[in-house]
């Protein structure tokens, strides 16, 4: 069994009202020190198998990330 | 200038329905060998200044993260 972890992340150049509304209100806050503040989707699984790699390939790009607007990046660790 | 991530976890023993809605539709495409799928936050952003960590610990504690039921981590690259 290997653990996996997903990051889905936003294409550059799409939008982020989420990540920019979070930016804002850090200012808010008083951290005039931040920027390019953008949130992605950090998904963790367990996953049984030989093909792993190829199997999370397939999910990230069906179902996990919309490859239309989002990147995805998969780490396997052992 | 760094660039900084911070993930947002939710605490174990916290129900992530989303998490289970996921994982339970990657088991209708065919993938049974998926399980303990969660959703997290993976916050990138840029920081300036000398303080970063602790700032960045700070943000993550007040706003980026729900500090009762979710823990989170830093990773600041130069």
């Known amino acids: 069994m290997?653990?996996?972890?997903?990051f889905v992340t936003l294409?550059?150049?799409?939008?982020?009202p989420q990540g920019q509304t979070v930016e804002n209100a850090l200012k808010n806050l008083g951290y005039n020190n931040v920027s390019n503040l953008r949130i992605g989707k950090y998904i963790t699984l367990d996953i049984e198998g030989d093909n792993t790699k190829k199997e999370l390939e397939e999910m990230s790009h069906k179902l996990l990330a919309n490859p239309i607007i989002e990147d995805y990046q998969i780490e396997i660790e052992g």
Request: charged fraction near 45%; proline fraction near 0%.
């Open 2 to 6: 290997a653990k996996a972890k997903v």
């Open 11 to 16: 294409k550059e150049g799409i939008l982020d």
